[in-house]
């Protein structure tokens, strides 16, 4: 088990959320204060760097005109954390291919953060969430198959090294790419791609890339891992290795429940403070049609985040652990137990208006007291054995995964 240290460096000084519509797309600038946001991101960089010195990896990623992610272009804070870092695997996840112009400008950058941390990038692709299709000027329509172009087009500008090739495809054309740097690790840094169904972890296992999946929980994780298993199967004729599967959550952990309670409680702003308009959620084309129909029709999916989420409720699904260490453990243990395995856990770990003091005492519970036995336990993995404990656990399905799990889903 790899434990990657997250947080979206949200920017949680807001008004009342009765006064805005929506934390996407429209909420006027003026509510950054460049002093405070100057503070915010000094304290998210120490955060990285405590993970590190705790043993943890770190993990970080973009997103657009939004306060839950004030970080509109991520490889600056993955340069910035090559060269401050020195041994912590630097995973980016991810660059929102199908909402970037230039594919091989993204090639260059992470080219670059490659070089500058001597071999420790690990390179994500997205395609990009719906809120941030129109802040992109792109259509939202066919953008997976988008983001696969540009895959394809940086793939080739990093593993191609005797001087200037043409690229011609159906979204992107691009002439006498020649990228300077080339990467530090060759043939090229390991690739993740975030997945939301079974469907789409199919080419990602194809590929023998890194599946990730945020906050499915337990309605939908055994699908998509599954997914993934079943196209690793059939194209590379053995079972999908461990460390190619990783899950997101929220994770707390305190020296007893009622502190855990609480610092829970801020880590969930992100999904409580989540709240977004439905024409930012359901542009035309980006879901399928009978998604795109139940947001319209004013479905379970159209429903505002913060009437519906609750720490408990979080916990139930398996997108929250939180608890003392033996209790984050045990529920991490029964999530993977029932998920048949993952080798990689990506613990946002800090969001809204968690201190840094709150925020280093609970990873420091984790690293010290979590972190050995999670390893200790995919250790012992054992494929045939894993399938067998999970058949005596039975599905967990039927409940709605809401508005937030859109976040990471296409």
């Known amino acids: 088990m790899r434990a990657w240290f997250f947080t979206e460096d949200a920017y949680p000084q807001l ?144 593993t191609a090294h005797d001087g200037p090739f043409n690229f011609e495809g159906r979204w992107f054309h691009a002439r006498q790419v020649n990228i300077w740097p080339r990467p530090w690790q060759q043939p090229h840094p390991p690739v993740w791609v975030t997945v939301g169904s079974a469907g789409t972890a199919v080419p990602v296992a194809e590929h023998d890339y890194v599946g990730a999946v945020f906050l499915a929980g337990y309605p939908g994780i055994r699908r998509i891992f ?98 003392t260490p033996d209790q984050v453990y045990e529920q991490i243990k029964a999530f993977y137990d029932y998920s048949g395995g993952f080798g990689n856990l990506l613990i946002m770990g800090q969001a809204g208006h968690l201190t840094f003091e709150q925020t280093l005492r609970s990873m420091t519970l984790f690293a010290n007291e979590v972190y050995p036995r999670l390893k200790e336990l995919t250790a012992g993995y054992d494929a045939g054995a894993m399938k067998e404990t999970r058949a005596a656990l039975p599905d967990k399905e039927g409940i709605d995964l809401g508005t937030f799990g859109l976040e990471f889903a296409r």
């Open 15 to 158: 008004p009342d959320p009765e006064t805005y519509p929506s934390i996407r797309v429209n909420l006027p600038n003026k509510h950054f204060d460049p002093e405070t946001g100057a503070d915010n991101y000094h304290q998210f960089l120490d955060m990285w760097l405590m993970a590190e010195e705790l043993g943890l990896e770190v993990m970080l990623n973009e997103h657009h005109q939004t306060a839950t992610c004030v970080v509109p272009a991520v490889p600056i804070m993955a340069g910035i954390l090559a060269r401050q870092t020195k041994t912590a695997r630097i995973l980016v996840l991810g660059n929102p291919l199908a909402n970037l112009p230039r594919p091989t400008r993204t090639a260059e950058e992470m080219a670059m953060v490659d070089v500058i941390s001597r071999g420790r990038l690990e390179c994500g692709f997205v395609r990009g969430v719906p809120y941030e299709s129109a802040p992109a000027n792109v259509m939202p329509y066919r953008g997976t198959e988008r983001m696969w172009e540009a895959h394809d087009l940086i793939l080739k500008a990093w």
């Open 226 to 323: 599954d997914g993934y298993r079943d196209g690793y199967q059939a194209r590379h004729n053995a079972d999908a290795p461990l460390d190619k599967l990783a899950y997101c959550a929220l994770v707390y952990v305190a020296d007893d429940e009622a502190e855990a309670k609480k610092g829970g409680n801020e880590v969930l702003w992100y999904m409580t403070s989540n709240k977004v308009a439905t024409e930012y959620i359901n542009p035309p084309g980006y879901h399928p049609p009978a998604v795109a129909a139940q947001i319209a029709g004013g479905g379970n999916l159209a429903r505002s985040l913060p009437s519906q989420t609750t720490l408990d409720e979080q916990m139930a699904r398996g997108n929250v652990f939180c608890g």
